[in-house]
């Protein structure tokens, strides 16, 4: 389904005072942000649109950008130090195993004085409404091993009190499905509070080398903006 244009008025509106000079999006899929004038985008995701439709059928017929860039959007290996003025990344965090991690590569990536524009879905308006809270000290381990250790762990939730399977082999199965289309997860759930405390501590943890400079619960998205220092 294209974005509600609610979405889209929040979205483009909260970008406009940030986003110029030359920048990236990673996983935009058939949801581009908004470009304001002066800011130029190029497009990044993991796998080829043609590739995207094969891995999430509930897309076809949707209108889908072609990445510009076929890159790990938590890793970026293919972008040089300080090589950006923005990134935008919108429903992408939450995918990430490891969102420190992530973060640390996009603050490699953006210059000095850029900004990171993010948007994750507010858990109580998603399907994550019945899943636990993502705590710091959690994101802290999965900093430490790239989230191998709590893998399982969400796997089993996502099945269950997102999927709705009940039993152990209808758990198995979805979980079998996920590993064999590729696809993945909301590792991570977040509402307006734990979020605001995962980018402080963020920042105090990765010694101020950041700042946020705006923090908007829009609809069913929490949206940020970080200015690198």
Not at 31 to 54: K, L
Not at 68 to 80: N, S
Not at 81 to 101: K, Q, R
Not at 172 to 179: C, K, M, P, T, Y
Request: proline letters at 6%.
């Amino acid at each position: 389904m294209p974005l509600p244009p609610e979405i889209i008025e929040h979205r483009s509106r909260i970008a406009a005072p940030y986003l110029r000079g030359d920048g990236i999006e990673i996983g935009a899929l058939n949801a581009p942000t908004p470009m304001p004038p002066g800011a130029r985008v190029r497009y990044v995701d993991y796998v080829t649109a043609a590739e995207v439709r094969a891995q999430y059928p509930r897309l076809e017929g949707e209108a889908l950008v072609d990445a510009d860039v076929i890159d790990d959007g938590e890793r970026l290996t293919t972008f040089a130090d300080a090589s950006v003025d923005f990134i935008v990344a919108n429903h992408f965090l939450e995918h990430c195993e490891n969102p420190l991690g992530t973060l640390r590569t996009h603050l490699r990536v953006v210059r000095p004085g850029g900004f990171l524009y993010y948007a994750i879905p507010e858990m109580r308006s998603s399907s994550d409404s019945a899943r636990p809270l993502t705590g710091f000290e959690h994101v802290v381990a999965d900093e430490q091993d790239g989230g191998a250790a709590s893998r399982r762990e969400h796997l089993v939730e996502w099945a269950r009190l997102v999927c709705g399977e009940q039993g152990d082999d209808a758990v198995e199965r979805r979980i079998a499905d996920i590993a064999r289309r590729g696809v993945t997860i909301h590792y991570h759930v977040w509402d307006v509070n734990t979020w605001l405390e995962f980018l402080c501590r963020a920042r105090g943890r990765m010694g101020d080398v950041f700042e946020v400079k705006h923090l908007e619960l829009a609809g069913p998205e929490i949206v940020a903006v970080l200015r690198r220092s």
